[in-house]
């Protein structure tokens, strides 16, 4: 009968292959789905700001560099600044490989300041790369840069007010120059620094490198005991990203060469 036809064993042997790869193929789509989803937080993770805390500001860079919003350009241009000022530095590393890494800070701030320019985030780094660039190269033989940072830290201000890096960074500008003698030339005055950090420092009470930006203009300005005790506070406060760390050491030595000062 018809019903009773036998099916040939290749038959068989077809259709279980075909069993087989499906169960096998359903397993593979199994098994990459586990794995996607328990590396998502890996990759969640390599965003530019999360490497950037980690203290990988050289992929932080890359990959912010990458992607032209003003966002990410800032991001890119505050991470070469901090490659600079947290390993490079650190390290001894010649000043033409940081001078590499300040100018391209430099341009991923112009192009963000381009992408959006009443961003006071993108303003603030342009001015902190140029400033760096300019205390290189000694800001007796940089007068001509004094006016083009106040412009930008104005610039910053007037978005934002309330900026505490900005604040900070105006504060210093000020000091700079004053402790160059050269204040009178281009507006610097010795009696902006303090009102301007202490304003920084309550925006921003748990920013450790404000604490060190004020501890060191308390230092230059004859204010040891001041100064320590933005240093005791710096050594308090919550780490949240790799560079607080160092901020923490640079706050522990700080303190030491006060104590050999007495």
Known sequence: MESGRTIPSSAWESSSRSRRFARTRGTRVLAALACALLLAPLAWGQTPTALADRGDYPAAWEKASQVQ?????TTAARAATDEVAYHLARVGAPLSEELIWLNRAVTAAETATKLDPDSAAAILQLVRAKGEIARRSGILQNLNVAPELKTLFDRALALDPNEPDALAGLAMWHLELVKHGVGWLYGGRKEAVIPLLEKSVTLAPEQINLRLEYAT???????P???????EVALTLPTRRASDDLDKEKAADMLKGLASDR
């Open 217 to 223: 203009a308390l230092i230059a300005l004859g204010k």
């Open 69 to 73: 919003t003003a966002a990410m350009q």
């Open 225 to 231: 005991d001041g100064a320590r005790a933005q240093l």
